[in-house]
């Protein structure tokens, strides 16, 4: 899936998901224009994680700490190597 769609699909900003991917631990592909492509199984486990984040986590992540996003990354991180 494009950037933008899989941003729009998480209901952040490209800018968000570019400084985040690693974090979070997705998987990337980048056609030779540079364009980049997530996958779409990676990008449900994470939305889904992201649903059991508490109120703690989405205030640090707010406040700019990535405490709380690496609290989704973990969790979406873990996930995703249960199901390899």
Known sequence: ????K???YLGISTTTLKRNTDLW???VYRT??????????ELE???EDARTLTASDIERAG???KNGLETVGKK????????T
């Not at 899936?1 to 933008?4: A, S």
């Open 63 to 65: 406040k700019g700490g």
């Open 1 to 4: 899936m494009p950037i933008g």
């Open 45 to 47: 486990l994470f939305r």
């Open 6 to 8: 899989a941003a729009r």
């Open 32 to 41: 030779c224009g540079e364009r980049r492509y997530y996958l779409i199984s």
């Open 25 to 27: 631990g997705f998987t």
């Open 76 to 83: 979406a991180g873990n996930r995703k190597r249960d199901r």
